[in-house]
Nanobody, 115 residues
Framework: QVQLVESGGGLVQAGGSLRLSCAASGNIFNIGTMAWYRQAPGKQRDLVAAITSGGNTNYPDSVKGRFTISRDNVRSTVYLQMNSLKPEDTAVYYC?????????WGQGTQVTVSS
């Protein structure tokens, strides 16, 4: 089993930066794909960034060039560096672990970007 604990959310002005962290417990972190999703009020949960066990990354166009996902397999932690933040980035951000049919979610961390 994997437990995920996010941190680093908060309030930031437009154009600012935040760095989210997700610490994972369990001994299968290294073999899974880690990802960040976000969900704004009344909207579906959408993928923000993903990184495979081999380090391949994937971003939607909405954040490409502004957000960077990385992982530290020694510390079992995944990060999301968010730059040039926009008000439309406001959402609850969730950490996700996936390996084959196994998936886990963190509890979420709020990111609010003021204009």
């Amino acid at each position: 089993q994997v437990q995920l604990v996010e941190s680093g959310g908060g309030l930031v002005q437009a154009g600012g930066s935040l760095r989210l962290s997700c610490a994972a417990s369990g001994n299968i972190f290294n073999i899974g794909t880690m990802a960040w999703y976000r969900q704004a009020p009344g909207k579906q949960r959408d993928l923000v960034a993903a990184i495979t066990s081999g380090g391949n990354t994937n971003y939607p166009d909405s954040v490409k060039g502004r957000f960077t996902i990385s992982r530290d397999n020694v510390r079992s932690t995944v990060y999301l560096q968010m730059n040039s933040l926009k008000p439309e980035d406001t959402a609850v951000y969730y950490c996700n672990y996936k390996f084959r049919t196994i998936t886990y979610w963190g509890q979420g961390t709020q990111v609010t970007v003021s204009s």
